[in-house]
């Protein structure tokens, strides 16, 4: 199959109309807007299921279609993992949060990746990289507790946060935390003390 990954149509599944009321023109929004990436459509119904049971607007995009390396199937599978704004969606809903501090940045760092990874043909290729980055990075979050603002900050670092592009057998990483190495760790900064203040 020489289509590339982007332009492949991901059929519905009966289920998505009958259990979920998405119509035709509805999930192909899913597959080439909100999810293009998703390779089954499997992957774009677990997303549906969390967003029923979460009470959030899957367009706005609440959780991102995750591939993780599983090491007891010995191959990539995919997985649904909460976006950023569904984590600030779930703070807003208590009433409580109260602010958040701009993020505080440790000293960069450069540093050369090596490693394979998958093209946009499905072929392993060999390469490095260099990326610079910072250490880590720290982001308060305010929560009334008893009618009092309290703080919660959390410190991400880079190398224990950022994800691969070739699972556990390479360092390189994503095209995403390539291109904003600075706002992805921003993004996990964030989650983070948005986790500790609001850990419901």
Not at 9 to 37: C, D, G, N, R
Request: glycine share 4%; hydrophobic share 40%; net charge positive.
């Amino acid at each position: 199959n020489n289509v590339p990954p982007k332009t492949r149509h991901l059929p519905m599944p009966v289920e998505a109309k009958q259990i979920y009321e998405v119509s035709e023109q509805s999930w192909k929004v899913l597959t080439e807007v909100t999810f293009p990436s998703a390779k089954t459509p499997e992957a774009i119904m677990m997303a549906l299921d969390y967003c029923r049971t979460r009470k959030l607007d899957i367009f706005k995009k609440p959780v991102h279609v995750v591939p993780m390396w599983s090491a007891a199937l010995g191959r990539s599978v995919e997985t649904v993992w909460p976006s950023i704004m569904e984590i600030q969606t779930t703070a807003s809903r208590t009433g409580l949060w109260a602010g958040m501090d701009r993020p505080v940045w440790g000293p960069d760092k450069t540093h050369t990746f090596s490693g394979r990874y998958k093209d946009d043909n499905e072929q392993w290729q060999e390469t490095s990289v260099q990326v610079t980055f910072p250490e880590w990075v720290a982001v308060t979050v305010y929560r009334l507790v008893n009618g009092r603002r309290c703080a919660f900050t959390e410190e991400v670092y880079w190398l224990e946060a950022y994800s691969t592009a070739g699972g556990k057998n390479s360092q390189i990483p994503t095209a995403m935390w390539l291109k904003r190495p600075k706002g992805q760790l921003a993004k996990c900064g964030k989650a983070a003390s948005l986790r500790a203040a609001f850990p419901e």
